[in-house]
């Protein structure tokens, strides 16, 4: 009898084993949180993934946006979830940028996710309203040192990946200027065409068509290459200010303690889908830079980037909330 029992519970630790556990995963829906509101950029590349990783696993990708607190609440959620693989986040910049902008968020970024993959960078374009006397990131550093504190630049809130590009470009160049923050990239950019700011940096999709019709001009990218949309504007290291580099990014994670094997899968899984050349073309049109990543080399990148930005939000006296 004792044998019996043995061998049974035996059987029963295998069955409920990780190893066990990632043979048949998925087994039902994996839900995909979005940590903002539906139409961002996030959200976006949340939804073309799901519905390609869907196809793959032969399991529903449902993505779910629990929007709030910069992010915090969909990044808190995840990290609280059970790590058995059905629950997973798209991870973004801001989830290195929160701890250092926020007293409590409700989560570690270092230590309660499970990194699967970056998946792309976002980079950003620096933009003038045409009625500023400049064409150049030269002329813009020339003119702000000639006008200190009389330039204004948006963004679409304290702590987004726009305010903290100016930040990092007053840095390096010593100039002043003011940030006018706002609820959301839409306004801004609606005062930016209006000329009542005078500068932003802001995504390539969501500046495109307005530099497209003459409405803003565009001085420089913010990262190593130039841009396929924007072939003819240099980056801000071409344009004199070597070694500068802002960008957003985006990845998948998952709760920290999610089995080695689940996080291999769904790391070949996203690679798989991402390389697919329909779907390498819907995010390239988003003005993304494709940037895969092994779990180990992501859980790397994301503890640079928390050391990173919190250098920068101190350098920048950015206040903490």
């Known amino acids: 009898m004792w044998k019996f029992v043995g061998a049974a519970a035996l059987s029963l630790l295998l069955l409920f084993s990780p190893a066990a556990q990632s043979d048949d995963y ?43 607190a910069g992010g915090n609440i969909g990044f808190e959620a995840v990290a609280k979830a059970k790590p058995d693989g059905y629950t997973l986040g798209m991870a973004s910049s801001t989830l290195a940028v929160n701890v250092s902008l926020y007293r409590s968020i409700g989560y570690d970024p270092l230590k309660d996710f499970a990194p699967i993959s970056l998946v792309a960078m976002q980079p950003n374009v620096l933009m003038v309203n045409p009625s500023l006397p400049v064409k150049s990131v030269t002329e813009l550093i020339a003119y702000a040192k000639a006008n200190p504190g009389k330039l204004n630049f948006g963004s679409s809130g304290i702590g987004a990946s726009q305010h903290l590009a100016a930040e990092m470009f007053k840095s390096r160049t010593g100039i002043e200027m003011i940030h006018v923050p706002y609820k959301g990239g839409g306004p801004a950019m609606a005062d930016l065409v209006a000329g009542r700011i005078q500068l932003m940096f802001e995504t390539i999709p969501n500046s495109l068509p307005y530099i497209q019709s003459g409405q803003l001009r565009a001085l420089a990218v913010t990262v190593e290459e130039r841009s396929g949309q924007l072939p003819d504007v240099p980056t801000v290291a071409e344009a004199g200010l070597a070694g500068f580099v802002s960008r957003g990014w985006l ?36 003005g993304l830079r494709i940037k895969l990543s092994t779990p180990a080399e992501f859980s790397a990148f994301i503890a640079r980037e928390v050391a990173d930005f919190r250098t920068l939000i101190a350098d920048a006296k950015i206040p903490v909330e």
């Open 26 to 68: 998925p087994s039902k829906p994996i839900k995909l949180v979005v940590p903002f509101a539906p139409g961002g950029s996030v959200d976006i590349v949340a939804r073309i993934l799901s519905q390609r990783l869907s196809e793959d696993l032969g399991q529903s990708v449902v993505v779910e946006n629990r929007a709030g």
């Open 251 to 286: 990845g998948v994670m998952a709760p920290a303690g999610t089995p080695q094997s689940i996080i291999d899968k769904m790391n070949a899984a996203v690679h798989k889908a991402v390389a697919d050349p329909a779907i390498t073309k819907r995010l390239v049109d988003l």
